[in-house]
């Protein structure tokens, strides 16, 4: 089955043949210059992305308190699968990986009630896995990848710089329109084209998730592998003979994303014994949710609110 995975942005839905949600890159300059963000005994001691600054006009107090109004808009509109089971397991689960990664937010975690098979990552911590997604799912290890790369995003604040980004780019349209290449443009909903180089951002954004997720998901006990089989299975190339689409996907390629875990797992995360791939409580995890009634098709409702007015943010 496709498998989408979305990475909700206030207004914007990010969509991929996978599962939610780019690296500055694995091969980034700027992230193999920093020892510490290849120091996984440095996970919990580092900045890797919410500091309020030039690429963030967000305390983390703003962000938070617009992912905790973003969320019970979600929640007013969206149905949530209400099983204390699988709440329990998901959030025992979700919280120990949390305890092993950089984030500054508390996370919460709420499973929609829906055969598609995505995720959503809210600002400030609020994370959303699907039903269709859980039953998808093989192993211990892919699901907690899946909520590894999730908090990886919490801990970028990924919204929050895109948000940013995004805002800086609008203030560019008009004279990059009038100076610049039309091909080197994409249609917004506004109308307005946004540059090239606000789809580079969110494709190193996700590369980032991917660089630190791993690391989250290796420090938390579980084997790195499952990272990559998760990915493997979760996204999709892009179709054969559509270059155009592929050039404006917020994503980044398969090939490169796999090309660079399997570095860092190389180079970066030291080879051990007995790491985890699955254990018997997925299994009966598994088990209970497949006696579950199936999940309706329901099309996700996105909320329409704005971040708060950039100049006040500064």
């Known amino acids: 089955m496709k498998v989408t995975i979305r990475n909700l942005v206030p207004g914007v839905i990010l969509a991929a043949a996978l599962l939610p949600s780019p690296v500055l890159g694995h091969s980034s300059a700027s992230k193999k210059t920093n020892k510490s963000y290849r120091n996984i005994n440095a996970i919990g001691h580092r900045e890797v992305g919410c500091a309020k600054g030039m690429g963030n006009w967000y305390s983390n107090e703003q962000e938070r308190s617009f992912g905790a109004r973003l969320s019970a808009s979600l929640e007013q509109s969206t149905a949530l699968l209400r099983d204390p089971a699988t709440t329990a397991y998901l959030d025992h689960l979700t919280q120990m990986i949390a305890s092993n990664s950089d984030t500054q937010f508390p996370i919460t975690i ?108 290796y420090k938390s006990g579980y084997d790195p592998q499952c990272f990559v089989q998760f990915v493997q299975t979760a996204w999709r190339q ?54 579950l009634s199936p999940p309706k098709p329901e099309p996700p409702k996105v909320p329409t609110l704005h971040w708060p007015d950039e100049q006040s943010s500064r």
């Open 238 to 291: 892009p179709p054969p003979g559509k270059p155009v689409a592929a050039a404006f996907s917020p994503f980044p390629l398969l090939v490169e994303r796999l090309k660079g875990l399997e570095n860092e797992i190389n180079d970066i995360l030291p080879k051990r014994d007995g790491a985890v791939r699955n254990t018997p409580e997925f299994v009966s995890f598994r088990e209970h949710l497949l006696t």
């Open 110 to 217: 709420r499973v929609i009630e829906s055969p598609d098979a995505y995720a959503l990552t809210l600002p400030g911590g609020y994370q959303y896995i699907t039903h269709g997604l859980l039953l998808q799912l093989q192993t211990e290890g892919e699901l907690a990848a899946a909520l590894a790369r999730g908090i990886a995003h919490t801990s970028l604040c990924t919204e929050a710089r895109l948000q940013t980004r995004a805002s800086l780019a609008h203030m560019m349209t008009i004279p990059l329109i009038l100076g610049g290449d039309p091909s080197a443009h994409s249609a917004s909903d506004s109308g307005f084209a946004v540059p090239l180089t606000l789809l580079k951002f969110g494709r190193e954004l996700e590369l980032q998730a991917d660089y630190f997720g791993i690391q989250y998901l």
